[in-house]
């Protein structure tokens, strides 16, 4: 991954510098990263600028651990994430980096996870609003000013409006309420999609789809019923990328309910997902 990643690296790190030196007394120590990059970031997280790269050259996802992500559901992003050359830290009430003015400052990335089965959107809405010190407008302040936001299952429900950031261009839906869909139903299942033109099957669990539209839209995967299923789109100077279905999904879960594995699969679209959002260059997909 270090070849993938290193026209992000070469222009945030000359992003980084610009930075330091017309705000040098504002920031504070750039993060520092354990082997597993699981520290939490703490103070190390404040300061920089969306899209700041750790001292071993690998970018910084914020990963989103609280209520109002499902058990599991923050660890699978991380390694998705981690698979794909990220550090990774943690962000929620009993994290180390916890939401506040600077938190995702330093960040190349910030990620809200699936949520709990049966949650409904408003409840983790209402669950994230109770977080001391979190507020919709600091990721869409962060997102606005060059930061970019990965919304997986509930994360794309809440990447929409009416409760959310409003990030998207248009909104996003229950895809089994919607006419023809494959999936009718809230329980764990395959769901079918087109990703990039090409049939693949990944792990669902009551996701959104995506009504979008606008010159900056990428529709990287299609539901059978044509809903958008997964989509890149800019958001000021930002990018957002949101997956109804879970590329990030790991053998486990498969295997807990019945299903035939295609988490390998998954990893290779969740890597298309994120070179896409990231502006990098990404393998093909078959």
Not at 68 to 87: K, R, Y
Not at 207 to 225: I, K, M, S
Request: net charge negative.
């Amino acid at each position: 991954m270090r070849e993938t990643w290193a026209g992000l690296r070469r222009s945030a790190a000359a992003l980084a510098v610009a930075t330091a030196v017309l705000v040098a007394t504002a920031c504070g120590a750039p993060p520092s990263a354990d082997e597993r990059g699981e520290d939490g970031g703490g103070a190390g997280a404040r300061g920089g600028t969306p899209g700041a790269v750790l001292p071993g050259n690998s970018p910084l996802a914020l990963v989103y651990r609280g209520p109002a992500a499902c058990d599991g559901c923050p660890e699978a992003a991380h390694d998705m994430l981690e698979h794909d050359g990220f550090t990774v830290r943690y962000i929620g009430p009993k994290e180390e980096t916890r939401f506040g003015p600077d938190a995702l400052a330093g960040a190349a990335l910030y990620v809200q996870p699936g949520g709990t089965n049966g949650q409904e959107v408003t409840t983790a809405w209402g669950l994230l609003e109770r977080d001391r010190g979190f507020s919709p407008e600091l990721v869409r302040a962060y997102v606005r000013g060059g930061g970019r936001y990965l919304g997986l299952c509930m994360g794309g429900y809440l990447a929409g409006e009416d409760p959310g950031y409003g990030l998207l261009p248009g909104d996003s839906g229950q895809y089994i309420r919607s006419q023809g869909a494959a999936v009718t139903d809230d329980q764990d299942h395959l769901v079918d999609v087109a990703w990039r033109g090409h049939p693949q099957r990944m792990y669902f669990q009551d996701g959104p789809y995506f009504d979008v539209d606008g010159p900056d839209v990428d529709v990287l995967a299609r539901y059978t019923n044509d809903r958008a299923a997964a989509v890149v789109a800019s958001y000021g100077a930002g990018r957002v990328a949101v997956s109804g279905p879970h590329p990030e999904a790991p053998s486990e879960w498969y295997r807990d309910y019945g299903l035939s594995d295609e988490s390998h699969t998954g990893l290779g679209l969740g890597e298309d997902l994120l070179h896409a959002l990231m502006g990098t260059p990404a393998n093909p997909i078959s």
